[in-house]
């Protein structure tokens, strides 16, 4: 393994999204590149980085958004206009409650307050296939179908001139699915959903914050390093 | 005491603004709430207002901005278009490079790559007097002189119903000055610079975040709380 890609929130973080911080002081003392992929927006995730210390390539907005250092070209993936229009005519069945929406750039988050099987479920039915609903536990998302943190993990071992085999990703949630198919070593903390874990190569006993010093203390002395 | 209030970048975070992990555990383990105050955006003070998970006040943009919950209302102090008539002003002297532009509600932040002392002194020959520029050793801003870290301690005192001495104020630069002034405990880490230093009812010999410590633990011993 060449580089780390890890989620922020219920994977390094608990429930109420406090920083795990003996994962932390291990991330700190790794010799590869730690990448942080979040669905939250970009500002959020620059944030974590610094206080983490991780590598300042980042992925936010579930692989939407990827910014190649603090001050760097951010290149958007998903389409946010097609996003709004979707959020629009669900506006007509439920009442949503958009979260970021002034820094979102390529998708929209909405509260956790409404049926989201129903509202799958009217996509389906007016054949909307471009665009899903995905939920991370924290928000969800109506997001472009074609854009994950899959897609993101390719275009970021692209930028860092790696494999896509060479990268190791650790995750929590649904959005994290096609990035741990995408990586080379796919983890999925003990906390996560029952369809993370279905497909991760690795599922740690340790939950939130010890799954991933579980999964790190692993690898190195597995020497995957 | 019944509150405290500790500023981020150089008190809770090291010089390259990694969070100080020691200071984190200790702050979580207090029953008293913990108000983080920032030069920096909105955006980022909330952000790292999860990460450690100190009380939903947040003081960012040094005062400018001060938000009452993660969703709440967000009050603005500074005049941001004040200060950016400055910034054009000293464009004629200076290549200027501004520090998250998009974000900014109630300052201009500049890179620390210019001659500040001199800026200072073309604002003195123009008579200036409602501007200033204000060095906090990750960037330099350009703010209404009327606003600063102290003016928003005593709107944070007054939103949680509190007399201003009984918060205790934590920092570590020029721009903490104001603050520890108008704190009923002002402490100052032994990083902090010199005029800090000189006005604070305690200087740590921790540095950064050990100073921290050392000051949450002598009020704990105190009986402070």
Do not use: Q
Request: hydrophobic share 45%; aromatic share 4%.
């Amino acid at each position: 393994m060449k580089a780390i890609i890890i989620d922020i929130d219920g994977t390094l973080t608990d429930k109420s999204r406090r920083l795990d911080l003996a994962a932390t002081a291990v991330i700190r003392k790794l010799d590869i590149p730690v990448i942080l992929a979040s669905g939250n927006v970009l500002c959020f995730v620059k944030c974590a980085t610094k206080l983490i210390g991780t590598s300042d390539i980042m992925i936010a907005e579930n692989g939407g958004v990827i910014s190649n250092g603090f001050d760097g070209p951010v290149n958007i993936y998903g389409d946010r206009e097609r996003c709004m229009g979707v959020l629009e005519m669900l506006r007509a069945h439920f009442e949503l409650e958009e979260l970021d929406a002034a820094d979102r750039l390529s998708d929209v988050a909405l509260r956790r307050n409404f049926d989201i099987e129903a509202a799958r479920h009217i996509l389906a039915n007016k054949e909307i296939m471009d665009v899903e609903l995905v939920d991370t536990g924290f928000a969800v998302h109506i997001k472009s179908m074609d854009v994950n943190k899959g897609t993101a993990l390719l275009e970021v071992a692209a930028l860092m001139g790696l494999d896509s085999g060479d990268i190791m990703a650790i995750g929590d949630s649904s959005n994290d699915i096609e990035m741990l198919r995408a990586a080379g070593l796919g983890v999925a903390v003990g906390n996560a959903n029952p369809a993370l874990k279905s497909i991760a190569d690795m599922v740690t006993s340790g939950r939130y914050g010890a799954g991933v010093v579980e999964a790190l203390e692993y690898a190195s002395k597995s020497s995957l390093w």
